[in-house]
């Protein structure tokens, strides 16, 4: 008997969990958009689902700890169900050394030349002592130091100063372009505050 269940639902697609066999797996399917002309909708939602499938399918053989794409059809990618807890539901629950690992992730997905483009804990899960990527939905493959910056962006904004220390620890460990990123990072964090200050003074 096949088990269908909708688990969750994000701005393009909807995620399921489907039993098959006795064995877990996890479906994304991109939703039609009403609002634009059938044969451009369609081609948008081919191209997004091959590019993610292909994009994940780099960080996993690249040593990324993150989901297999096992089929992909015209509109749904089918991969191995993860099954764990969402880093945002245990954030203060973790050691914050484990923060390290979560950088080395980060690291591990620059490395292959991918961004992630929502690298938060709402897109890590933490299962037994590993954490695994999640949704590349908005990943690219970039080496751009601005890009990557980013990355770091997302997740300092998500957690404390401690746990961001370690994180970036473990992202700059043995990392050859570590300073050019936080370099960035930091040029990124000026340009941000210069904005906010201007728009308070309107």
Known sequence: MVKFLKISEGSEANIYLQNILGTNIIIKYRRKKNYLIKEIDEDLRKHRTKKEAKIMSLAYSSGVDCPIPLIVSDYSIYMNYIKGNNLNKVLDKIKDVKFMQIGKLLYTLHKAGIVHNDFTPAN?????????????GLAELSSNAEERAIDLLLMKRSINKRQYSHFIKGYSESNPFSKEVNDRLAIIEKRGRYQDRSLSLK
């Open 124 to 136: 890590i899960i933490l299962k037994g002592t590993k954490f695994y990527l999640i949704d590349f």
